[in-house]
C-alpha cells in the first residue's frame, strides 16, 4: 500500500516569510495529492489538490509543486500571516484505493 | 444536512464499557472514513467504505473495534471493552467520488474520554 513520508514535523517562520512542507509517497500510481489543514480544535478541510497531469498549481499565497519523477511533492505558502498557524497534512492515492495521509506539520506564524 | 454530522460530540465512558459512535456523511457520498486523532497527533486511518464494495478494515488496531454502513447511509464505529489508551477524537469523513481522489468533508469528531 501507499505510504506518505511528511517533513518538517514543526516549523516556524516569521510573518511574511515562506513556508514550505514536503512530502514523499512509495506507489508510483499515486495520482491525487490533496493539502488538509487542520486549524486549533477544528476539523481538516481541504486548501488545494494536484492531479499527476500537472507540475504545480496555484491558489493566491498557496501553491504545490509535485516531480513524478522523484515522487514527491510539496505545499509552498508566500508572504505568511498568522491565520495560516495549523497544522498541514500532505495525503496521496492511486484513486482507486484510500487516502493516506502524511504525519503532518504544525506550522506556526511568528507575529 | 449539509455537512457530515458525528454523534455524540463528547463521550465519557468506564474502561471496560463498549461505546458506539455514529457518523451521518453528506447525501450523495459514496466512500466514507474513519479516523483517530490522539491529542496533537496525525490522522490514524482506521476503517474505509466505498459503495458496496468490502471496506479496508486494515487500520483496525485490534478486534474490538468495528464499524459498518449500510450501503451509503449511517454508519457507526463500536469499540468494545474500551481501554484507557482508545481515549482520543474519532473523525469521520465522506467524499463524492470513488477512491480518495474527492474531496473529504469531515465531521467534527467525537472525543472519547476513558476512565
Known amino acids: 500500500g501507499e505510504n506518505v513520508e511528511q517533513h518538517p514535523s514543526t516549523l516556524s517562520v516569521q510573518e511574511g516569510d515562506s513556508a514550505v512542507i514536503k512530502c514523499t509517497y512509495s506507489d508510483s500510481a499515486s495520482n491525487y495529492f490533496p493539502w488538509y489543514k487542520q486549524e486549533l480544535g477544528k476539523r481538516p478541510q481541504l486548501i488545494i489538490d494536484i492531479r499527476s497531469n500537472v507540475g504545480e498549481k496555484k491558489d493566491q499565497r498557496i501553491a504545490v509543486t509535485l516531480n513524478k519523477t522523484a515522487k514527491h511533492f510539496s505545499l509552498h505558502i508566500t508572504e505568511t500571516q498568522p491565520e495560516d498557524s495549523a497544522v498541514y497534512f500532505c495525503a496521496a492515492t492511486a484513486g482507486n484505493e484510500k487516502l493516506t495521509f502524511g504525519t503532518g506539520t504544525r506550522l506556526t506564524i511568528i507575529p | 444536512g449539509a455537512g457530515v454530522s458525528q454523534s455524540p460530540s463528547n463521550k465519557v465512558t468506564e474502561k471496560g464499557k463498549d461505546v458506539e459512535l455514529r457518523c451521518d456523511p453528506i447525501s450523495g457520498h459514496t466512500a466514507l472514513y474513519w479516523y483517530r486523532q490522539s491529542l496533537g497527533q496525525g490522522l490514524e486511518f482506521l476503517i474505509y467504505f466505498q459503495g458496496n464494495s468490502a471496506p479496508d478494515k486494515s487500520g483496525l488496531p485490534s478486534d474490538r473495534f468495528s464499524a459498518e454502513r449500510t450501503g451509503e447511509s449511517v454508519s457507526t464505529l463500536t469499540i468494545q471493552r474500551t481501554q484507557q489508551e482508545d481515549s482520543a477524537v474519532y473523525l469521520c469523513?465522506?467524499?463524492?467520488?470513488?477512491?480518495?481522489?474527492?474531496?473529504?468533508?469531515f465531521g467534527e469528531g467525537s472525543r472519547l474520554t476513558v476512565l
Open positions: 469523513a465522506s467524499s463524492r467520488r470513488q477512491g480518495g481522489t474527492g474531496e473529504l468533508f
